[in-house]
């Protein structure tokens, strides 16, 4: 299972947490790179990466990253990587001071939404600030989800006629 390619020019997405939009309500996106091994890079091209339950920190003035699990490299040695190590992610120190701030007040949670390749060739992370959805608002979502596809449906057979 390699990465694929999307539609933007030059990425490569690795993973995705579809799941996250589900359960947040993303209110910000910001890019972070992130700190890898050798293994995990060469684990990551070949697309053995899963976001699900990760999320990010602040400690200590850095942000960290939880729970990412990238596969241990099939041809990797006694040297290869742990699959759900803490991970650093690199953004610059105003950027991690304000998230802070945000996370703190506000009580918002910092979710990995997708992993990928940028143009140059690094690996990415795109995070959300979000904050978490109540079991009425995913049924809300759900609802009109639904009445969106319905309506979709109508309009399709209306114009055959």
Known sequence: MAAKATSEKGFKTITDNRRARHEYHVIETY??????????VKSLRAGKANLQDAFARVENGEMMLYNLHISPYEQGNRFNHEPKRTRRLLMHKQEILRLYGK??????ALIPLKVYFNPRGKVKVQLALAQGKKSYDK???IAARDAKRDMDRAMRERQKM
Do not use: P
Not at 103 to 108: A, Q, S, Y
């Open 103 to 108: 996370v703190r007040e506000k009580g918002l």
């Open 31 to 40: 890019e972070a790179g992130i700190a890898l091994s050798g293994t995990e």
């Open 139 to 141: 049924r809300h979502d």
